[in-house]
């Protein structure tokens, strides 16, 4: 359904009152010149929407070099990089971990533990912090989970793809990720073999392929909204004949072969490298795929499916399907179908003839007029900060060294327990409405009355509590914020408020929430600047106005 602004009830209200107070912050007019601390403002906006978390270095580097230049650094930053974890035999732990010398082998080598730890530790370190972002948003549209696949060195592996691929393309994605023994293994395409007698072959993962990771089960305009058939309803993508096409298409890939081991029609779980084909389990008969296209009998197992994968990539739904929830794991919730559909147009042509390329794509949504400006005067504009990014933006404002672990084990907690989505659905849909409106708002969809304290229970504990590294890992040195630079300003509570509005809320903290803070700073003796800071963090940090990002 098309937005529509007049006489419509504000959604960042709506957003911001789920929450537990109200704000609403409307700005100028973005043709007017903008002054230093408006830049300044939009800078944090870029931060939020780019990065793990604005900090003061960033904020300062941005705001000298400009949008477009420091997009262009992240671009070119040299990539982040997931541990090459140890290869264990899948499903094995009780015979196996006995026999490893690593006492925490259980944990270490059949849980993501240490991957989660990694995603922190790269989100608060790492210099390619948009790759970062990117790569996390790809993971959550292309899904696989821990709670199939909990070897650690396999989900490192898989989550590698969208590291390495987060400003590529997407055709190369699709393929990367159908290719993946992990993903073979969640959705049931690995030892997915041609018809015999009365079994067919597994519908599972052509069937995610083609509603959740490239196309979803309506047809689309170019800005997202659904086409609608002469009686005015919706019209399907893909039938069950199609969806029956590519399960036969995607047959014939077994696990890659362990080192010393023979090769088998079958071969035992591993996820070192892409599955490998085996021509022999593979049905050459003629299948349906997208538009009618029909691939003719005899084919070979790879050029059936790379020709497949290339019949998904060109459907016209892909570029608006994927563009959105791009922009919503990125910038906003519910972007208007203009947004969409000028990003989209950037999808199906970076205007060098190349469909699909994931930096024109990022770059276009990064640059988008309803991403920039220092303020919005849309007040049906703002998302939930979810909880990964709440954590880290957090942990990086306060500059916080850590291992990851308490971070990592955070996630859950507050509803995004980080590589186990419940699902091949993600942590939460990117339709969900907001209730008992009409608006999206897809975070909201994890956030009940436990998950919002467990926010509040988060932020104490990392405010005012200390959190000491774990004995049994090597090398652990826990999470310790820094607050010498808002210790320096507690003396003053309007310095440390303006500080703390500029740095996390580019600006926008209302004079209602000011007020409701400043009196409990002042109760605070300035002689404890550090429990001042602590306080006002803390405060900010829970508001309403900040967790919902506007």
């Known amino acids: 359904m098309s937005r529509q ?20 912050w409307a700005g100028p007019s973005s043709a007017q010149a903008l002054s230093p601390a408006q830049v300044y403002a939009d800078a944090v906006r870029l931060l939020d929407q780019s990065t793990f978390g604005a900090n003061d270095a960033l904020i300062g580097h941005v705001v000298q070099v400009g949008t477009q230049a420091f997009l262009n650094e992240q671009y070119a ?26 006492p925490q082998c259980g944990r270490d080598y059949y849980s993501l533990f240490l991957l989660q730890n990694a995603f922190f530790t790269n989100a608060l370190n790492g210099t390619d912090q948009l790759r970062q972002r990117v790569a996390f948003a790809l993971s959550q549209i292309l899904v696989t989970s821990g709670v199939t696949v909990n070897t650690a060195y396999g989900m490192s592996q898989y989550q590698q793809i969208f590291l390495d691929n987060a400003f590529g393309n997407y055709e190369q994605i699709l393929t990367r990720v159908t290719l993946s023994p992990v993903m073979g293994e969640y959705l049931n395409m690995v030892n997915n073999d041609k018809p015999a007698g009365t079994v067919n072959p597994n519908e599972n993962y052509a069937r995610e392929l083609l509603q959740l990771f490239s196309l979803g089960v309506w047809q689309l305009n170019v800005d997202g909204s659904q086409k609608l058939d002469a009686a005015g309803a919706p019209m399907p993508t893909y039938g069950q004949d199609e969806i029956e096409g590519f399960a036969h298409v995607f047959t014939g890939w077994t696990y890659p072969v362990l080192p010393g081991v023979a090769a088998r029609t079958h071969n035992p779980k591993n996820y070192l490298g892409d599955m490998v084909p085996v021509d022999s389990n593979h049905d050459k008969g003629a299948k349906l795929l997208l538009g009618g296209v029909t691939l003719p009998a005899g084919g070979t197992i790879q050029a059936d499916l790379t020709a497949a994968i290339h019949n998904v990539f060109m459907h016209p739904n892909v570029g608006p399907f994927i563009s959105k929830q791009l922009i919503q794991k990125l910038v ?5 179908p203009l947004y969409v559909s000028r990003v989209a147009a950037v999808f199906n042509n970076n205007g060098q003839g190349v469909r699909g390329d994931l930096k024109a794509v990022v770059n276009a949504i990064l640059n988008d007029p309803e991403a920039r400006g220092y303020a919005k005067g849309d007040t049906a504009y703002g998302k939930l900060r979810e909880p990964v990014l709440f954590i880290a933006a957090a942990a990086r404002m306060l500059g916080a060294q850590s291992d990851g672990v308490y971070l990592a084990q955070q996630t859950g907690q507050l509803g995004q327990p980080l590589f186990y989505p419940a699902s091949v659905f993600n942590y939460y849909p990117p339709t969900y409405l907001l209730p008992d409106t009409a608006n999206v708002a897809p975070e909201f969809a994890i956030q009940n009355s436990s998950t919002a304290i467990n926010r509040y229970n988060f932020a104490n504990t990392l405010s005012f509590g200390t959190i000491a590294p774990i004995t049994t890992l090597p090398g652990a040195i826990g999470t310790t ?27 926008t903290m209302s004079a209602e929430m000011r007020a409701a803070i400043a009196p ?5 003796p300035a002689t404890n600047p550090q429990s001042r800071a602590k306080t006002a963090f803390y405060l900010v940090v829970t508001a309403a106005e900040y967790q919902v990002e506007r």
């Open 5 to 24: 602004y007049s006489g419509r009830k504000s959604r960042a209200f709506l957003l911001v009152a789920t929450l537990g107070t109200a704000t609403i």
């Open 77 to 102: 930053a040299p990539k982040s990089a997931y541990p090459v974890l140890k290869y264990v035999p899948a499903g094995q732990q009780a015979t196996f971990c006995p026999t490893d010398p690593n």
């Open 332 to 336: 906003a919730g519910d972007p208007t």
């Open 481 to 507: 914020p820094s607050w010498a630079t808002l210790s320096g300003l507690a003396n003053d509570p309007n310095a440390i408020l303006d500080y703390l509005s500029a740095q996390m809320m580019h600006g």
């Open 520 to 524: 409990a700073i002042n109760a605070i």
